[in-house]
């Protein structure tokens, strides 16, 4: 019988002894994989700005609304999930032009932000997200949204969808003033959670598309992305939207520290 | 490096296979499957490129590359809802570094090869995690301080608490 009252030398050499004769699954040549999938994206001359142009993002609300299955609804949003035959299948629309139009639209200061909106603008406050690279401010039909924009870093790995590293979105959310849909397909798990006492719910998985509709159900404007990891509440009538691949708990701890 | 971050291809070719090993090991010993280390492996490679325009060129590219690794590992842990279940077992075309044990050295040093095998295989994921990197990967406090996103301090006392731990399922 072994002794079991090692010294700490000992436990760490029997440690080291057991670390070196780990069989590891034998890996393939990663280079050549690596590069066949970064070449067409140098570093250089990438812009999230261009990964998040309209003319890709415009091309997945066909044919959605009335493939509806199943929605959860949260107040001014509504999360539905679809038969995988409802995911529309039309190519990519062409690369965008040198000069797209902002999806998020044009860049705002944050006094500026809080001075135009009727909600509570709070920022995120997670050494995760660090300091946003931009702030944007769209206006819509119910009042102006919000966008936080954060650039991708070592511990926050860009979106394959947009390039960038984390979106938040904050805007006036209401059942009667919109509905704020998002689609979400078999690939993608749906959990509802608390953000500081209000309901919420987390979205992971497979990429999944965010679209405005009015009540009826008609779109009513063209905000739509590829989103990653998606955690999404209501507080005192505003909606918050934390987009990045991140874990649900991450996500939870950046929106319960935001002020 | 700097050739790579000018959108070089094959410098950060050079790059990945200078550094795939140690990003397959981690990524295994925070997913326990094969399968999911060299997808992780791949996508994490994949991720620092992209994020190549925030690396500082004067730092290490091994922990900041790991912190990639392992978020990604985490994260694939945590879509697949699987607990790691790392094979600790010895490869069998490992040669013995007992020969120069006697016998008796020899079947006490394997005796506690599988002590400490099945107590890891006990303790919580986040002791494990910070125990392997320490042990098996061989990285320093500061590397795993980087690797894993904590504080220098932090390391230290978390590898502290993880030993105590693992002694603690080790004595029953």
Known sequence: MADRSLSDGELEAVLRDVGGRIAYPAMPDHATRVRARITARPVAKRSWLYALAPALLTLLVIGLGAAAAEYISLHGVEIFRVAPSALPTRAPTPAPSASPTPPLGTPIGLADARAITTFRVIVPNDPLLGTPSAIFRRDGTSGPQISFVYVPSATLPASAETGIGALVTELKGSIEFQIFGKLIGPGTKLENVTVNGQKGVWLEGAPHAFFVTGPNGQFIEETLRLATNTLIWEDGGTVYRIEAKITRDQALAIATGMR | ?172
Request: glycine share 6%.
């Open chain 2, 1 to 172: 490096m700097a050739r790579a971050k000018q959108g070089d291809t094959a410098a950060y070719g050079e790059i990945v296979s200078l550094h795939q090993s140690v990003a397959a090991r981690a990524a295994y010993l925070v997913t326990g499957n094969a399968a999911d280390a060299e997808e992780v492996t791949q996508d994490a490679f994949v991720k620092a490129y992209n994020a190549l325009g925030r690396f500082r060129d004067d730092a290490p590219f091994r922990p900041w590359l790991l912190r990639i690794v392992t978020n990604e590992a985490l994260n694939r842990l945590k879509a697949v809802k699987r607990r790691p279940t790392v094979e600790l077992t010895e490869a069998a075309d490992r040669p013995s570094g007992d020969t120069a044990l006697s016998p008796e050295g020899a079947a006490l040093a394997g005796e506690q090869r599988d002590m400490v095998r099945d107590a890891l295989a006990k303790l919580r994921d986040d002791d494990r995690l910070v125990i392997s990197y320490r042990y098996f990967l061989d990285l320093s406090e500061a590397e795993m301080a980087d690797a894993l996103g904590i504080a220098r301090g932090t390391v230290k006392s978390r590898l502290s608490r993880a030993l105590e731990r693992l002694r603690e399922v080790m004595n029953g």
